[in-house]
């Protein structure tokens, strides 16, 4: 299903993409600070996932309304890539390589069967 103004196919992208926000911070933000207490990096990945959850449902909900669950978890799984790739350069200044771009294009390239006719 192409792109379109329908707040059912609209809203449940960015509600993915800031719930991947969240998540990814919650599995990956405390490797950051590695220092601490692993139960607390447990206590607030559960905090911050809380959020990603209050955004990840609706999101779905909603866009079951336009899009298939294949399309919805394909999407996410994109959706994360980017997230990711981002994360890692900005919050854990990790480089992304050749490699990591070949690989996540493939990723994105075999994701775009599922949205085709």
């Known amino acids: 299903m192409p792109f379109s ?3 059912a196919a609209f809203w449940p992208v960015i509600m993915l ?3 991947n926000i969240f998540m990814t911070f919650a ?4 490797l950051k600070h590695k220092g601490s207490a692993i139960f607390l990096a447990i206590l607030a990945s559960w905090g911050i996932a809380f959020f990603e959850y209050c955004l ?3 999101a779905n909900r909603i866009g079951s309304a336009v899009y298939s669950t294949a399309q919805l978890k394909t999407m996410q ?4 890539l980017i997230v990711f790739a981002g994360f890692s350069i900005f ?4 480089d992304l390589t050749w490699n990591h771009a070949i690989g996540f294009a493939l990723i994105a390239i075999g994701a775009s069967f599922i ?3």
């Open 77 to 80: 799984e994109v959706i994360t």
């Open 115 to 117: 949205f085709r006719g």
């Open 91 to 94: 919050w854990l200044g990790e």
């Open 5 to 7: 103004l329908n707040p």
């Open 56 to 58: 990840a449902v609706p």
């Open 17 to 19: 993409f800031a719930s």
């Open 27 to 30: 599995w990956y933000g405390h």
